[in-house]
């Protein structure tokens, strides 16, 4: 019996620490923002061109149930609120899609800025694994908030932090 408990704790402990392995993070806040070039064929934009701006980059897939909930309040509450702000930028990722994919995929839902990420490129600057992701920059290129995953409450944390950056 003691043996078995023993056992059963050890095992806990051994998938707490490959659940943090499998799902590190590769910048933190207060990080600079790695550089990167995001294209697609209206243009290119890099990490150099967002200096002075307040960004949100989002990370996703087509695929993922959390990132498809987390779209519409993207576009509702924060794309159709800062999307005329000259202080703000938007940069939708798709993680492993075409730009073709995404252009299917966001034909008369979506008016937000889509970029391909087709195999991970910028993705791996953040991190290893897990969408939905999001981290804002301040004007100095810093990484001020990041969050991992999809719920009402955070993504709300999240518009908040966005609101107190660009009053």
């Given amino acids: 019996m ?6 059963l704790i050890m095992l806990g402990f051994w998938g707490l620490n490959m659940s943090a392995q499998e799902n590190p993070d590769n910048v933190k806040v207060g990080d600079a923002v790695p550089s990167f070039k995001l294209e697609k064929s209206s243009g290119a934009v890099a990490s ?16 993922c149930p959390s990132c498809v909930k987390e779209l ?3 576009q509702a509450k924060i ?13 939708v990722v798709g993680r492993e899609h075409s730009e073709e994919e995404l252009a299917k995929f966001t034909k008369d839902k979506y008016t937000m800025p889509f970029y ?19 981290y804002i920059l301040d004007k100095d290129g810093k990484i001020v908030y990041m969050l991992t995953g999809y719920s009402e409450e955070d993504f709300n944390e999240m518009l908040s932090v966005l609101d107190n950056l660009l009053k």
């Fill in 48 to 63: 150099n061109d967002l200096k002075g701006k307040v960004v949100l980059i989002n990370f996703f897939a087509t695929w």
């Fill in 2 to 7: 003691k043996i078995r408990v023993l056992f």
């Fill in 116 to 134: 391909p990420d087709e195999v991970r490129k910028t993705y791996k600057l953040f991190a290893e694994n897990t969408i939905p992701r999001n």
């Fill in 72 to 74: 519409p309040q993207l």
């Fill in 79 to 91: 794309w159709n609120k800062y999307k005329d702000n000259s202080n703000f930028e938007l940069l």
